[in-house]
């Protein structure tokens, strides 16, 4: 069984499980149909974070419109368009073994697509959740629960890997941004076209 966390929680992923590489990282969410009656597409990325907080080149965000890392650390299972069914909606698998030297964050994110045309926004998501698991065993490393204190955002930071003392620990963020992904891409150091 996997640790709980809670929003500003920090733990060690890597301390308690020696050789671990292989991760990953499954997102989750539900939503309430009857605010906007139309489809929600939420999509999950990786931004891959030099010590600055930015991204030093445009490959190192990791989306439904860049599924594959350069250096092969990090692979984006493709865009689950509906969030329908149980467990994970879209996953990211890392090897940590093979994140580049200059890599010391990686901030996981949902947006909604196109939030403002069918005016949606996070308020109306529920069961939102971020866990990392252990990609030869399955088991269950971590996860963390967002509850439901969102209300006009568009795009939420649910947590962060970071490399601390060469481990790798897990920070449950759970932070709000309005403006979608274009916000969290100017936050981050993404130029969008």
């Known amino acids: 069984m996997g640790v709980n966390l809670q929003k500003g929680q920090k733990v060690s992923l890597t301390k308690g499980n020696p050789g671990l590489t292989k991760v990953v990282v499954g997102l989750g969410w539900d939503t309430n149909r009857y605010d906007t009656g139309g489809d929600f597409d939420l999509d999950t990325a990786a931004f891959l974070l030099a010590d600055s907080g930015k991204v030093t080149k445009t490959e190192d965000f990791v989306f439904y419109g860049n599924l594959k890392h350069p250096s092969g650390c990090a692979e984006h299972m493709g865009d689950n368009l509906t969030g329908a069914g149980e467990g994970d909606d879209e996953q990211i698998k890392f090897d940590l073994s093979l994140v580049p030297a200059d890599v010391t964050k990686i901030a996981f994110t949902v947006t909604i697509y196109e939030a403002e045309e069918r005016r949606q926004n996070f308020g109306q998501v529920d069961n939102a959740f971020i866990r990392i698991y252990n990609e030869a065993t399955g088991e269950e490393l971590l996860r963390y629960d967002l509850g439901e204190d969102f209300?006009?955002?568009?795009?939420?930071?649910?947590?962060?890997?970071?490399?601390?003392?060469?481990?790798?620990?897990?920070?449950?963020?759970?932070?709000?941004?309005?403006?979608?992904?274009?916000?969290l891409c100017a936050n981050f150091g993404v130029d969008v076209d």
């Open 151 to 183: 209300s006009i955002e568009t795009a939420v930071v649910f947590g962060e890997l970071y490399r601390n003392n060469g481990e790798w620990k897990f920070n449950a963020i759970g932070s709000g941004y309005q403006g979608g992904l274009a916000a």
